[in-house]
């Protein structure tokens, strides 16, 4: 996706402890942030706020800390939305999107950068579960070509940090992850993605203390107030900027559950008695079982059997295919034609003029017939002549 349009607007504050800190942040550790038009339903966490018209406050456990080179953060989204134009173009691509039982899906997102912020740019994986299906992402299989900072794996996000000085605009790169899905229930499933441009990007510092209050300058349009307070003296720098967000919403699609629709294909379908077809079951709908009726009298469950004929005749074949919704029936009549062995002629018997066939075979005058190798060498010769005259004129029981 790429484009312009009306982004919501909301709002991320956090407090980053630097790894270069010799000590941790902790003891009533609580965010202010006063903006207009906050929606209630988007305060995260939403177990440690506390809602006051346009005010969200956090007050986190006694326990929480922010230990050096971690950040804790609280978000909150608005009803405001202003138009934006990104700078990214992103694809997603899976090997499968269906799922009724567990499965992996390979998934792989492209990414072009129509423009390059030099601010910051940033992204996320996500595979997150609902109550009609868990997505977890397997440990070791992230690949990208991405020029990164750093890349952060977990089971259900992966985080990751573009260097801007060594991507360039309108080149394609991909990110790609194999997701392990087990669905509840039949469901249409993508893990989502997004992109974050940093743009306006501006810091100032602030004096030693347990509570810092950014100043007007830099808070966004329809903030009042952003503040952060602890129990832990600290020296403050603050930073403030803007993200324009491309992404690709996660797809966890209930599938509504239909009976299969029977189809599949035979190979050969005509030969002489004792040669072997191979039945490939093409049928749709997700199908969990089959019961062939192969025409000969005999049967198969397997999906996709393979059957030797050895009796002569024309026979029809048909396929059930069935899953926990129902089944659906195809027959193909007439499908297998099983010749007389050494009847090249289709005539329902061995005469003289398959004799001659297989003599003119042996001396190069005919294509050689596969059924005409009675030996079984792979080769049609005179031996194979002489065996079928001798079959012709009484001398031997069978080819």
Known sequence: ??????????????????????????????FLLD???????????????EINGTEVRWNFPEITEIKPGTTLSTSAATSTFIPRESG??????????????????????????????PDGLWGRIEAANTSDVSAS??????????????????????????NTTMIEAGNQYFI???????????????????????????????????MVTVPHILLPDNVSNVSFSSATPCTWEMARNEHIISSITQRSD????????????????????????????????????WFW????????????????????????????????????TVTEQALIIVHIRGDFNGNGRVDIGDVAKVAWMA???????????????????SADAARIAYYYVGKIPAL
């Open 88 to 117: 990214v173009t992103i694809e997603r691509r899976t090997n499968r999107t269906q799922f009724s039982d567990a499965g992996v899906q390979d998934a792989v997102f492209n990414i072009t950068f129509d423009t390059i912020h």
């Open 137 to 162: 992402f397997i440990p070791g299989t992230v690949q990208t070509d991405l020029p990164l900072f750093g890349l952060n794996e977990g089971l259900h996000r992966i985080e990751y940090r573009i």
């Open 293 to 328: 009726d192969l025409g000969d009298g005999t049967n198969s469950t397997d999906q996709h059997p393979v059957h030797t004929y050895t009796t002569p005749g024309t026979y029809s074949v048909r396929l059930t295919a069935s899953n926990a919704v129902g089944s659906d």
């Open 254 to 289: 209930l599938v509504v559950p239909s009976p299969p629709s029977a189809a599949f294909t035979a190979t050969p379908t005509s030969g002489a008695a004792g040669f072997t077809v191979r039945f490939n079951d093409t049928s749709t709908g997700e199908p969990t079982s």
């Open 35 to 49: 903006a207009a038009e906050v929606v209630h339903q988007s305060v995260f966490p939403a177990s440690y706020a």
């Open 363 to 381: 001396i190069g005058l005919m294509e050689p017939d596969p059924a005409a190798n009675f030996k079984g060498d792979g080769e049609v010769d």
């Open 1 to 30: 996706m790429r484009g312009t349009g009306d982004c919501r607007i909301g709002y991320y504050t956090g407090v980053h402890n630097s790894p270069q800190s010799e000590g941790t942040i902790n003891g009533s550790i609580s």
């Open 176 to 210: 790609s992850a194999a997701v392990a899905v087990e669905p509840t229930q039949p469901v249409m499933f993508a893990p989502s993605i997004g992109v974050w441009e940093t743009i306006n990007f501006t810091r100032t510092a602030a004096p030693e203390g347990t």
